[in-house]
Nanobody, 113 residues
Framework: QVQLVESGGGLVQPGGSLRLSCAAS????????MRWYRQAPGKQRELVAIITSDGTTHYVESVRGRFTISRDNAKNAVFLQMNSLKPEDTAVYYC???????WGQGTQVTVSS
């Protein structure tokens, strides 16, 4: 079964950090573009970061300089390092493999004091 499984979410205070992981199984995603999205309550799902097969990265303006997307092809995994978190970063974060239309189940990130 081909699937993506996110982990690493939780409750963190403003200014804190979290590292999200996306473990892929059932297929080799090392040559695939991978994306992180997020969806806050009452809002549309938003693209946060992209990483290509050669490691090129792109970010939405609101997270640039604070978030870092990376990948470990040997582990078939993608990561999202989130620093200097703000309350507006609160959302469910999803991993996505766009070429096969595959989504993970999401992991909740809550930034609150």
């Amino acid at each position: 079964q081909v699937q993506l499984v996110e982990s690493g979410g939780g409750l963190v205070q403003p200014g804190g950090s979290l590292r999200l992981s996306c473990a892929a199984s059932g297929s080799d995603f090392s040559s695939s573009v991978m994306r992180w999205y997020r969806q806050a309550p009452g809002k549309q799902r938003e693209l946060v970061a992209i990483i290509t097969s050669d490691g090129t990265t792109h970010y939405v303006e609101s997270v640039r300089g604070r978030f870092t997307i990376s990948r470990d092809n040997a582990k078939n995994a993608v990561f999202l390092q989130m620093n200097s978190l703000k309350p507006e970063d609160t959302a469910v974060y999803y991993c996505n493999a766009p070429l096969v239309g595959l989504w993970g189940q999401g992991t909740q990130v809550t930034v609150s004091s």
